[in-house]
């Protein structure tokens, strides 16, 4: 909503709230306490941070005058210790349209089946390397839709991080910055095999599962190992319509998971799915293979086990996956907290296989979003 010229006709105050009559809308009522703490000067003129001394002020801070000024483009609020606040009429407007959203993605999610295969969006490297506008193109499906491919990124060592640097700084985990994937002797974890992988997201059992993923195929020349994803939104949303208290479970019960090996031993307990401000169902952390010993109430377990039995029915079920061999070049760019990826088993004795994976924060692709867009407009 930012730069509508919207204009305020008449405000009112009692004790604890004023409310603010709209030229073009219902009117809005905002507390007298948030008014007072959301003073821009309470904010520093360079940094923006908020440096307003909250105890400085009565819990219900008495006002007493409110004008509307400049053709209803803004408020002056004088309240009783003489201090006197200028709001534009934007801003008061943005706060009750952005209620409990401000936070939110700046995209809301579309869902897809197995059929979104046949429309993949498809990124080039050299052109999100080179442009701000299709590098925003690039983050803004990835954000939409939950998976894209960037094709032409040189197969070679090196080229995967500096593409995800358009993005942001990488996130570590205790794979390191960037993890192989190959088959490797004594692996410590199902991806360092050869064998099939069913669909999963992957670390779950941290704190803060990475947010997006980006895996790069240098080689590819094995038998097998095709890639496999699936959205974890629509089968969701399909298990709402369908099994309501299975639904109900996966979003309430925690679960835990692990991941251990000589170094590590990482634990975290959180519900399969999740929603969002709008109570939609946005991200699914689902990895069997690091799922900890359930920890729950034998009574409960029985519901629990029917409900996470049926999620995992919708992840065997070909109408909601697509299966797609990557070449040389190719990145597969997908959202970790959604989009459930696995592959088919491979034969290392017909071929190399060798792909390149590393991880980038929600919040920071959000923020690159955001300064994009405040750059250039939605691409
Ligand atoms: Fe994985």
């Not at 400049?70 to 534009?88: K, P």
């Not at 519900?271 to 946005?282: F, H, I, K």
Request: proline fraction near 6%; include cysteine; hydrophobic fraction near 35%.
């Amino acid at each position: 909503m930012g730069g509508l010229c919207v204009s305020i006709s008449a405000l009112n105050h009692d004790a604890l709230f004023l409310t603010v009559d709209w030229a073009d809308a219902p009117p809005s009522r905002h507390a007298l306490i948030w008014l007072r703490d959301h003073d821009p000067m309470g904010f520093h003129p360079e940094t923006g941070e908020r440096v307003f001394d909250l105890l400085s002020v009565p819990e219900e801070p008495h006002l007493v005058d409110s004008s509307v000024v400049e053709d209803g483009q803004a408020v002056t609020l004088t309240w009783e210790d003489g201090h006197v606040t200028r709001f534009d009429s934007d801003f008061l407007r943005k706060q009750f349209l952005e209620k409990g959203r401000r936070a939110a993605a700046p995209i809301v999610p579309e869902s897809w089946d197995g059929r979104f295969g046949e429309r993949l969006p498809r990124h080039d490297h050299d052109a999100i390397m080179q442009d701000d506008r299709a590098l925003l193109a690039w983050l803004e499906d990835i954000t939409c839709l939950g998976l894209t491919v960037v094709e032409n990124t040189p197969p070679v060592v090196g080229s995967l991080e500096t593409l995800c640097r358009r993005i942001a700084h990488l996130r570590e985990t205790n794979f390191g910055t960037v993890f192989e994937v190959f088959s490797k002797p004594n692996p410590t974890n199902q991806a360092y095999t050869a064998d099939a992988l069913p669909l999963h997201t992957d670390q779950s059992n941290q704190e803060t599962p990475p947010g997006f993923q980006f895996l790069h195929t240098l080689r590819n020349e094995a038998e097998g190992g095709v890639s496999i994803f699936a959205d974890g939104i629509r089968m969701a949303e399909d298990l709402r319509d369908r099994n309501p208290d299975a639904y109900r479970l996966l979003r309430d019960v925690k679960i835990p998971s692990r991941y251990f090996d000589d170094d590590w031993d990482i634990r975290f307990s959180r519900p399969v799915l999740a929603e969002d401000a709008r109570g939609e169902p946005v991200e699914v952390n689902w990895n069997r293979h690091l799922t900890d010993v359930f920890d729950m109430d034998p009574e409960e377990s029985i519901a629990y086990y029917r409900a996470y039995r049926a999620f995992l029915a919708l992840t065997y079920d070909p109408h909601y996956r697509f299966e797609l061999k990557s070449r040389p070049g190719d990145v597969f760019a997908f959202n970790n907290r959604r989009t459930l990826h696995g592959r088919t088993k491979f034969d290392p004795n017909t071929g190399a296989r060798h792909l390149r994976g590393c991880y980038v924060d929600w919040t920071d692709m959000m923020g690159r979003i955001r300064v994009l867009q405040n750059r250039h407009g939605k691409a």
